[in-house]
């Protein structure tokens, strides 16, 4: 299957450093600012995940939480994630898009269906924080028909040979919780000991891009930068917060957040 | 789907953990897949221990004090003029309701796991008093989440709390209730569970922490079935057991021994939290037909809008207001081996009051939808129906509650 994803990364590695993901919320301050985000930060960064909020997030911490909140209380709907991404795929410039979410919402849509609306709006995959394995194996290989990649998380406590089982399901990206925490957690973990971790997940399958996410900012992402990919969530989604408290434009400041993100790991 | 006879309804889950193939499971993040797995181990190995199972029964014995009181509720009986109104009195256990044989369970089993520390959530903070009172016997640290509108109405049982030690983290989030508490608390363990048990308050939550509730408040049942040969020479052949359903537990503990006898012998009647009369919100995805989500990993009947969020309950009683229910009991329920139905905070209160002006006993809100929905029917049965309703916790914990809504005579 080709799925633009792949040349993200292959883009990245050309030029010696990890592909960059940003995570925003869809809908995250309003529908229209989500997009216009969406489209300022594609100069920078590489992939973007797209969080589709919901109001139970068991595993995200306060940053991503008051920006989902925010969203929802704004009136977002899945219809309007999907709306989103329609929009910000007619951008010329547009990069590979993952929606980020909670399973409750696919399992409400009916999964052929939502299955069905990515491919239309151009979703590039799809991360699905409380849907692991095995309990997605079958859902996996639906979205394989679609070429869509289901991005497997793996954790510091994923064993190993449930990180080769995992592996072996998977699409050819997949994805590093750098230590427990929820998102938005401080780095609790040296980035070394983060490194070592990720360098046996990339041995069990080589071919595979693993991006490493949950608690890097711009202080700690240059010492990730040996991953294929980096994510950077909560640090953006505060970025947003504080720009509405502040009274100033949030599409620019995240821009500027990103723009540095990206110098950094150059 | 069938319930099968001879297994205990905990152990029915297929291996993903889903009832009848479709509820319960293990909908986690992927970091908690390895700690629930360990978990299970343990418990597999330890419900078959029978060093363990004789050391949990010592406890039960001697700390939790068994058997609660099986009584006869007389006066409220000749009023009702109806079937026989029983009540198991499980408000005798140690702390005041069934949250303290879960709550010991799963202290036994962190200790046995080297788990120096207890993270659990609470709505109407009993099984987080529990919880505090268990890992304080135990030895364990203790940190209960709670919704802040909880932490307001259900004071006295925060102070229990703060006094065995717990810390006691106030949850800001959604309706600050129940619901919220539980996320915060799974995040919690998302983060710490290197070093931390998690004990989750009722028959929910992911399928293992379902199995382990039910298994620890069965015991109910067992007392009860004892208790009631001993009154009747055998089990009555018109039974019916009422209990009030939040998350499940109690009703679970109080109906799992009956469950092979045929339903026309041995009646379970779990009443949810209708609400206030006015309010179209409400905590009963049974009576009022919602639909199948997936909430704080597993999947059942839960309140939600069409997008799939989560949506916010009201009940007067702090621990019935959630808006998901176990697993278990969406299998009970579409097997049909149990009818669910609803009470709302007036019907509730007026049980409450009906109660306490007849007999010697002060259930509190939770019970108290219990008894609403058990004296209406049993004014329409036969004398040799015996109607037993679980009295699960008593109402020193709703004093604020009663006094403003009921006036000062009724605290
Ligand atoms: C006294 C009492 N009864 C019932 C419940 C409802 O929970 P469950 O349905 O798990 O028994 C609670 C929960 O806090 C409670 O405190």
């Known amino acids: ?266 | 789907m069938k319930l099968k006879k001879g297994i205990p309804l905990i152990d029915q889950g297929n291996k993903l953990g889903f009832w009848g193939g479709k509820f319960g499971g293990n909908f986690v993040p992927e970091t908690l897949k390895k700690p629930i797995e360990d978990l299970e181990i343990l418990f597999n190995k330890l419900k078959k221990d029978k060093k363990f199972i004789s050391e949990r029964d010592k406890y039960f014995k001697n700390w939790i004090g068994t058997p609660t009181r099986f009584i006869k509720l007389e006066n409220l009986t000749k009023y009702v003029g109806g079937a026989q109104i029983w009540s198991k009195v499980v408000s005798d256990a140690n702390g005041g309701a069934h949250k303290i044989y879960n709550a010991t369970v799963h202290c036994l089993l962190a200790k046995r796991s080297g788990k120096k520390i207890i993270c659990g959530d609470t709505g109407a903070g009993y099984a987080g008093k529990m919880l505090s009172m268990a890992a304080k016997k135990f030895g364990l640290k203790c940190k209960i989440f709670m919704g802040a509108k909880d932490i307001e109405r259900q004071q006295p049982n925060v102070r229990a709390m703060k006094k065995n030690g717990a810390e006691v983290v106030p949850v800001y989030s959604g309706s600050q209730t129940l619901v919220d508490a539980v996320s915060e608390c799974m995040r919690f363990w998302v983060a710490n569970c290197d070093t931390t048990a998690m004990c989750v308050g009722s028959t929910v939550g992911p399928a293992i922490f379902v199995r382990i509730c039910g298994w620890s408040t069965s015991q109910i049942s067992r007392e009860l079935k004892f208790q009631l040969i001993n009154e009747f020479g055998s089990i009555p052949k018109k039974l019916k057991l009422y209990n009030c359903v939040g998350g499940g537990s109690s009703s679970f503990g109080f109906w799992n021994e009956f469950m092979d006898y045929d339903k026309k012998q041995c009646e379970f009647i779990g009443v949810e939290a209708g609400g206030p009369k006015k309010s179209k919100k409400h905590a009963a995805p049974l009576t009022y037909g919602s639909k199948i989500g997936i909430l704080h990993g597993a999947a059942q009947y839960v309140n939600q809008n069409s997008d799939g969020q989560i949506e916010e309950t009201e009940s007067i009683s702090a621990g019935l207001d959630y808006p998901g229910i176990s697993p278990l009991h969406c299998f009970l329920k579409d097997t049909k081996r149990a009818r669910y139905t609803a009470a709302s905070d007036e019907d509730a209160l007026s049980a409450y009051k009906l109660v306490t002006k007849y007999e010697k006993l002060r259930p509190s809100l939770e019970p108290s939808h219990a008894f609403s929905v058990a004296i209406k029917e049993a004014k329409k049965m036969s004398k040799n129906t015996i109607v037993v309703v679980n009295s699960c916790g008593d109402a020193y914990k709703d004093k604020k509650i009663l006094k403003k809504r009921l006036g000062k005579k009724y605290v």
């Open chain 1, 1 to 266: 299957m080709f799925n633009p994803i792949d040349l993200a990364f292959k883009k990245a590695k050309e030029e010696n450093r990890p592909a960059l993901l940003t995570y925003t919320v869809a809908g995250d301050n309003t529908k229209k600012k989500s997009l216009v985000i969406l489209n300022a930060v594609s100069k920078y960064a590489d992939i973007l995940e797209l969080g589709v909020p919901h109001n139970t997030p068991v595993a995200d911490g306060s940053q991503i939480q008051t920006s989902a909140y925010r969203a929802i209380k704004n009136g977002i709907k899945i219809e309007d994630v999907f709306w989103i991404v329609k929009r910000y795929k007619k951008n010329k410039n547009s990069k590979p898009i993952i929606l980020m979410g909670y399973y409750n919402m696919i399992f409400q849509y009916g999964q052929k269906k939502f299955l069905e609306k990515c491919k239309k709006v151009g979703v590039n995959g799809l991360i699905i924080v409380d849907f692991p394995w095995p309990e997605n194996k079958s859902f996996t290989k639906k979205c394989k028909r679609k070429s869509i990649y289901l991005i497997q998380l793996l954790s510091p406590t994923t064993s190993k040979e449930r990180l080769k089982k995992i592996i072996k399901d998977s699409h050819p990206m997949n994805y590093f919780i750098s230590m427990l925490s929820t998102t938005g957690g401080k780095l609790k973990v040296s980035p070394k000991k983060i490194m070592l971790n990720y360098s046996k997940i990339k041995k069990i399958n080589p071919k595979k891009n693993v991006v490493i996410g949950f608690g890097i900012t711009e202080k700690s992402i240059k010492s990730l930068n040996k991953a294929d990919g980096l994510v950077v969530g909560s640090a953006i989604c505060k970025e947003i917060t504080n720009s509405i408290q502040k009274r100033q434009n949030p599409v620019t400041n995240v821009a500027n957040l990103v723009k540095k993100l990206k110098n950094k790991i150059l």
